[in-house]
């Protein structure tokens, strides 16, 4: 299992952007199961920002609702990230993460099993 993040870098607070996680090495169609995206700031740990499960339900954390957009494509292969009104409190390096077990805990901040190595989002204000 493979999954690699693009899409980080800088803007000015207010603007918007676009992180993608592409995953490969699920081999059942109904996997992954559950995909996420975590961020984590310098000196700060690691947060759950959204996650959607493979019937397409979307979990946020409240910082992030009706600003943030977690969805996938239809074969589940690419996870997206749609970032609007960017504050600084944003920044931080972004991680894509995914589980395969049906049935399993999928919300913003559960476990996750495969980790991606990061995209990092600068804001400044």
């Known amino acids: 299992v493979q999954l690699v993040e693009s899409g980080g870098g800088s803007v000015q607070a207010g603007g918007s952007l676009r992180l993608s996680c592409a995953a490969s090495?699920?081999?059942?169609?109904?996997?992954?199961?559950?995909m996420g995206w975590f961020r984590q700031a310098p000196g700060k740990e690691r947060e759950g920002v959204a996650a959607?499960?493979?019937?397409?339900?979307?979990s946020y954390a409240d910082s992030v609702k009706e600003r943030f957009t977690i969805s996938t494509d239809n074969g589940r292969n690419t996870l997206y990230l749609q970032m609007s009104s960017l504050r600084p409190e944003d920044a931080g390096m972004y991680y894509c993460?995914?589980?395969?077990?049906?049935?399993?805990?999928?919300?913003?901040?559960?476990?996750?099993?495969?980790w991606g190595q990061g995209t990092l989002v600068t804001v400044s204000s």
């Open positions: 959607i499960d493979s019937d397409g339900r979307t």
């Open positions: 090495g699920y081999t059942n169609i109904y996997t992954p199961a559950c």
């Open positions: 993460a995914a589980h395969g077990i049906l049935g399993y805990d999928c919300y913003a901040g559960s476990w996750f099993k495969d």
